[in-house]
């Protein structure tokens, strides 16, 4: 039986993006030893895309398929906004086929993806 997901997001300054996760975005933890923060996500869905190209990473012994990570806001304008209001970078909101779209800069130099979903969400599927 399933029971959750866990997510791997790969940072060249983990703890630095750890306080971001923590700190600005509120998410909560878990501390699993020496500093290295479990966080509860909020409901999540899954889509599975096509490959143009092959996109995967070892883990564990094993090769992994790519994932990409996407934050579903209400309202990604507002949201942005009050990313600015900290000092938090985003790339330029832009329309997209299924949603509204940025990207948030996190403290390390990488990157998330935000969006504000057009397309009918599974967040609320019993």
């Not at 790339?91 to 779209?101: A, D, M």
Request: hydrophobic share 45%; charged share 15%.
């Amino acid at each position: 039986m399933i029971i959750g997901a866990h997510f791997l997001l790969y940072s060249k300054d983990p703890e630095a993006d750890r306080a971001f996760f923590r700190d600005v975005l509120g998410f909560r933890s878990t501390d699993a030893g020496q500093g290295w923060l479990i966080f509860a996500l909020p409901p999540a869905e899954l889509g599975i895309h096509p490959m143009d190209k092959e996109l995967s990473q070892q883990h564990a012994s094993h090769p992994m398929l790519g994932a990409s990570m996407y934050l579903m806001c209400a309202d990604v304008h507002s949201f942005v906004a009050s990313l600015k209001v900290r000092n938090i970078q985003c790339s330029e909101v832009q329309p997209v086929g299924w949603g509204i779209t940025t990207t948030i800069l996190l403290p390390s130099g990488g990157a998330i993806g935000l969006y504000q979903p057009t397309h009918e969400t599974a967040l609320n599927l019993k």
